[in-house]
């Protein structure tokens, strides 16, 4: 009975959230943020604490000067090898390399292994054991999960639901189905709460810019920012085909209009 409950949870809350997104103007943006929390997710599980923050820094192409909170060259170096891992753990999921490819091929192919239930979730819960029964690694394993809930259209987009929490090192066979999917109905849940905050900043956003110029680039630069968290005016300017200093100009009003930070 309690495989039943866990089911029926995780299957809700997925299908909630794939009513949720499917045709919604912000997917962009959760998709962007999913990846970072997913990320954040995955890293403690494997012993790092990465700020999605940092990540997202990181992956707009900026090096931070020094590490806020860091008392020592220890604590910096720690957190220089937790970026460089979230870097990676980003990289599976989104683009992984070419030998990477061919692992989260072999992972996908696990998945499609047995007898099939007629219910993704729990194909999803028994070929991932497999995986992991076998000493198969982690990160291919969560960019397959991926691959496999849009193969199956249990998802309609790529959103990274891996059920981080049970792929532990230490995980047993014993109550593994549950916490598997238990974790992914954590994750469905926090998705969509992740999405309805989007909604309400992304109003709020555009009302502060209402009323400008016909031509000005402020509804865009908003509708980028909520796209992607954090934002250079190199990156801006490119998007918009305008020069560097009119984004940074931009950039600077949204600021004072208190758009962005």
Known sequence: MDTVAALARAAAAIARLDGATTGHPLLPALLHRARLDAVRRMAAVDGFLIDPWHLAALLEGLRPRRFDGAQNLAEAGDAFEAGRAALALHRWLVAPEFDEEGEVRAAVAALREGASTGVAVLDAAAGAWRWLDRGGARPPLRAALVRHWVRTRTLRAPLPLTG??????????????????????????????TLLDLERAWFAARRAVAGRR????????????????????????????????????????????????
Do not use: C, Y
């Not at 049970?166 to 047993?172: F, G, H, P, Q, S």
């Not at 490119?238 to 009119?246: N, Y």
């Open 164 to 193: 981080a929490a049970a792929l532990r090192t230490d995980a047993a066979s014993a109550g593994w189905t549950v916490a598997f999917l238990d974790a992914l109905a954590g994750e469905a849940a926090d998705m969509q709460q």
């Open 214 to 261: 016909r031509h000005s680039h402020a509804p865009a630069a908003v509708n980028l920012l909520a796209a992607a968290p954090l934002l250079s005016a190199t990156t801006l300017a490119a998007a918009l085909g305008i020069s560097i200093k009119s984004a940074l100009e931009i950039l600077d009003a949204l600021v004072r209009d208190g758009v962005a930070v």
